[in-house]
């Protein structure tokens, strides 16, 4: 009896303190925005006051390391996306994937295949008979090897035939967005957000979604599966708390921050970076989905000789 009484009262007084949402980009990156973003619309829902921890360094390393020194108490959440994962999978810190417990997922931002207006390319069957008829195949414009746009690249080819494929790794997706455009690359697979301008300019063509169904901010554009290749591919931010946080603890959590994304004010967030409010999901369907990514990323990387 006195264990069962004590777990409504631990949850009663949850959080007891400020809770640090510990982000492994700067101040103005994009998981640093998601993070205020979502601060700011569950701020209503939850009885403490939330701060924005910046740790970068390492892809996401340095923030795993931090939290992993904090207590276990649920006042240390961590926004997480495909790059932690990475970074697990290729044991650069002493977290396994079984320490990371999903709490809710912000973001799920479908990537886009995009070409030069100036391309010959209209679609994906133009765009694998390019790259087969090209030594080397195409060039496609990245971040980094072995970065989020390189696995989804590898996974994609994988699915399209084998078509092999050329990266060309750049600072961001800002100067992959200008080299495209000049055609220095031959093709880059882009966030909305990132190619937008340029998309409404006509200076680049969108030719395919790496979703499951069209985006809103794209209608005339169709889907991967669409054109006979089952691919998917999506930038993905969630928060996460580690392993050991009691289980009262967490559910908290989740309520308070998935009613916080689902105000209009981080609706309209989403919507503005081409998103829809179906990218706020709690953590059954989140926890399934880290784990899906880790395992594919875990053979992508492995396959990329990365591991």
């Known amino acids: 009896m006195a264990t069962a009484a004590a777990v409504p009262a631990m949850a009663e007084d949850f959080p007891s303190d400020t809770v640090n949402v510990v982000t492994h980009a700067g101040p103005g990156g994009g998981s640093d925005i998601t993070t205020r973003m979502m601060m700011r619309n569950t701020a209503d829902h939850i009885d403490q006051d939330f701060q924005v921890v910046n740790r970068r360094g390492g892809s996401g390393a340095a ?4 939290a992993r020194g904090q207590e276990k108490d649920g006042h240390t959440v961590l926004l ?3 790059s932690h994962l990475f970074q697990i999978a ?6 396994e994937i079984d320490d990371i417990v999903g709490v809710a997922r912000a973001t799920l931002d479908p990537q886009i295949i995009a070409v030069p207006a100036s391309s010959d390319i209209k679609d994906l069957k133009g765009l694998v008979a390019a790259s087969k008829a090209k030594e080397g195949g195409l060039k496609w414009g990245t971040t980094f090897v072995g970065g989020i746009d390189h ?4 996974n994609f080819a994988k699915k399209a035939d084998g078509m092999p494929y050329t990266i060309v790794p750049f600072k961001g997706g800002g100067d992959i967005v200008t080299n495209l455009v000049g055609a220095n690359v031959d093709v880059a697979s882009l966030n909305y957000a990132e190619g937008e301008a340029q998309f409404n300019a006509g200076e680049l063509r969108p030719i395919a979604v790496l979703a499951e169904k069209r985006i809103d901010s794209l209608p005339d554009v169709p889907t991967a ?7 998917e591919a999506a930038t993905i931010r969630g ?7 009691p289980e009262e603890r967490v559910a908290i959590l989740e309520e308070a ?3 916080g994304m689902r105000e209009p004010g981080f609706v309209e967030y989403l919507q503005s970076g081409g998103m829809t409010e179906e990218s706020v999901v709690g953590r059954e ?3 399934a989905q880290i784990r899906r990514i880790y395992e594919e990323s875990r053979v992508a990387l492995e396959e990329l000789g990365l591991l």
């Open 63 to 66: 923030a795993l390391m931090y």
């Open 257 to 259: 921050i998935v009613k």
């Open 285 to 287: 369907e989140w926890n």
């Open 80 to 82: 997480i996306t495909q």
């Open 151 to 154: 696995v989804a690249i590898h």
């Open 239 to 245: 928060f996460a708390v580690l392993k050991g946080v």
């Open 225 to 231: 599966h669409e054109q006979g290749i089952d691919a």
């Open 90 to 95: 290729q044991g650069k810190v002493p977290v």
